[in-house]
């Protein structure tokens, strides 16, 4: 009988439900639901609408049933920092702010009266990023501290989602990293840094590897959905998930995992937490057996989406590239400056830093994808330049995983910009990692190499893996 999993992979800006399965050797995906994700303001806060994403979760897995394919498991991924604080009756005090909320301005200055970035980043081996969870508690602390008085836990979003399934709080360790939290070297939390911060100890609940059985589904979501099944801990950071599915068992790969964000890196097996590190903004985030993902955060396709549906909603990202790439423009943004990150226009801001710059200003929506395009390729070029010197290796080959895989024209730029040969795809790295966790707490995959060696012969065979 054939054994299904059901990946439920959540996006920033989408939701998808895959399918898979082993058949005579080959890993087979099937979307069965997609729906559309954004922060909303609530309240005056850019939020998360947690009960319209749980019924999202709730539909694509009645979907399961639909098909007469109900899954031995489920996995849940997200994007990374944020959370909810939940009571003890389970219930979210307060809003579930999401990431490009302005809260943080200024925490950091807040936190910096209890310990330096220096020696943050020695204890984490994460660098400042202003919407990391370590500053969104400290809005919470500052503005909001009853929240923190009332809760019995913090749950990062995956994880909250599996223990509306579940009944059962858990953390996973790979999404528990991206917090700052996280101490680098015992992968547990840091309890001496959360007693400094005046965080309490109660909210953070035991760290369990990707891979961790959480439980079976409640009977109440059992009556909604009309099975049961197991509720398996994916690699349940987005970014882990989609490393996990890199289609190469070469140590030191060089990946970059396209989408909203872009995160550009190697794996390790042991961090790289110096002082240079930092200078250079790379993370050492959780990855799957015990791995680092040692890469940086690029800004990624978060402009692009965001100029698509500013002013070129009637077309596809696919026109979009086609229109950039008949343009001449060589002007570039830096992709990482903050104005990019949250803007009430992104294509005022990339005409604004144009012209600060001194720069040909863009008019024209193919002009505006070109520049970001072709100042994405520059910034991989420029990150790939800086792996290089912080590993003493030398790389001529990138992997790109993700939905981004997909342009065809930014992969032609990143070869241009980097030097690198490029390989695209897959394009649903993330929902395979996440499978591929599943498959192996089942054990009908062994390892991860064997299962990274199973995607790469998949991809290859169905002609989604391009050079």
């Known amino acids: 009988m054939e054994k299904y999993y059901l990946a439920i992979d959540i996006g920033a800006s989408s939701g998808r439900h895959i399918l898979g399965s082993i058949k005579e050797g080959q890993m087979h995906l099937e979307e069965i639901y997609r729906f559309n994700n954004s922060m909303q303001k609530m309240n005056g806060r850019l939020c998360w609408d947690t009960r319209q994403i749980f019924q999202h979760i709730l539909t694509g897995m009645k979907r399961c049933r639909e098909l007469g394919k109900i899954p031995i498991s489920v996995g849940i991924d997200t994007w990374g920092v944020d959370f909810v604080l939940v009571d003890g009756g389970g219930h979210i005090l307060g809003e579930a702010v999401g990431y490009r909320d302005k809260r943080t301005n200024d925490m950091d200055v807040v936190v910096n009266k209890y310990i330096s970035m220096d020696e943050l980043y020695r204890r984490t081996g994460i660098p400042k990023q202003m919407y990391n969870t370590i500053y969104q508690l400290m809005a919470v602390k500052e503005t909001n501290p009853k929240y923190l008085e009332e809760a019995e836990a913090m749950l990062m979003t995956p994880n909250y989602y599996n223990f509306l399934l579940t009944g059962i709080m858990k953390q996973e360790y790979t999404i528990a990293t991206t917090s700052q939290l996280v101490q680098v070297e015992t992968k547990d939390w840091d309890y001496d840094l959360i007693d400094r911060l005046g965080y309490p100890r109660r909210i953070f609940k035991t760290i369990e590897?990707?891979?961790?059985?959480?439980?079976?589904?409640?009977?109440?979501?059992?009556?909604?959905?009309?099975?049961?099944?197991?509720?398996?801990?994916?690699?349940?950071?987005?970014?882990?998930?989609?490393?996990?599915?890199?289609?190469?068992?070469?140590?030191?790969?060089?990946?970059?995992?396209?989408?909203?964000?872009?995160?550009?890196?190697?794996?390790?097996?042991?961090?790289?937490?110096?002082?240079?590190?930092?200078?250079?903004?790379?993370?050492?985030?959780?990855?799957?057996?015990?791995?680092?993902?040692?890469?940086?955060?690029?800004?990624?396709?978060?402009?692009?989406?965001?100029?698509?549906?500013?002013?070129?909603?009637?077309?596809?990202?696919?026109?979009?590239?086609?229109?950039?790439?008949?343009?001449?423009?060589?002007?570039?943004?830096?992709?990482?400056?903050?104005?990019?990150?949250?803007?009430?226009?992104?294509?005022?801001?990339?005409?604004?830093?144009?012209?600060?710059?001194?720069?040909?200003?863009?008019?024209?929506?193919?002009?505006?994808?070109?520049?970001?395009?072709?100042?994405?390729?520059?910034?991989?070029?420029?990150?790939?330049?800086?792996?290089?010197?912080?590993?003493?290796?030398?790389?001529?080959?990138?992997?790109?995983?993700?939905?981004?895989?997909?342009?065809?024209?930014?992969?032609?730029?990143?070869?241009?910009?980097?030097?690198?040969?490029?390989?695209?795809?897959?394009?649903?790295?993330?929902?395979?990692?996440?499978?591929?966790?599943?498959?192996?707490?089942?054990?009908?995959?062994?390892?991860?190499?064997?299962?990274?060696?199973?995607?790469?012969?998949?991809?290859?065979?169905?002609?989604?893996?391009?050079?």
């Open 209 to 467: 590897k990707p891979g961790a059985f959480v439980g079976n589904l409640t009977p109440k979501v059992q009556d909604m959905i009309g099975y049961d099944c197991r509720v398996v801990m994916a690699a349940s950071h987005d970014t882990a998930s989609a490393v996990m599915a890199v289609p190469s068992t070469k140590e030191d790969t060089l990946y970059i995992s396209s989408g909203t964000w872009s995160l550009m890196g190697i794996e390790l097996t042991e961090p790289n937490n110096s002082i240079e590190s930092n200078r250079a903004g790379f993370s050492n985030e959780g990855g799957y057996d015990d791995r680092y993902r040692y890469l940086k955060n690029i800004m990624g396709l978060w402009m692009i989406q965001s100029v698509k549906k500013e002013i070129g909603d009637q077309y596809s990202y696919e026109e979009i590239c086609s229109m950039a790439e008949k343009e001449d423009i060589v002007s570039l943004v830096d992709c990482n400056d903050s104005s990019f990150m949250s803007p009430d226009s992104m294509v005022e801001a990339v005409k604004a830093f144009c012209k600060g710059t001194n720069q040909q200003v863009p008019e024209t929506l193919g002009e505006i994808a070109a520049v970001i395009y072709n100042s994405l390729a520059k910034c991989y070029g420029d990150t790939l330049r800086e792996i290089e010197a912080l590993t003493g290796k030398h790389y001529d080959t990138i992997h790109i995983i993700g939905g981004g895989s997909n342009a065809d024209y930014l992969n032609m730029l990143t070869g241009k910009y980097t030097g690198c040969k490029v390989l695209a795809g897959p394009g649903e790295a993330t929902a395979i990692g996440n499978l591929m966790a599943q498959m192996i707490h089942s054990h009908e995959i062994t390892s991860l190499a064997e299962g990274r060696r199973l995607v790469k012969t998949s991809i290859l065979s169905s002609g989604e893996f391009q050079d």
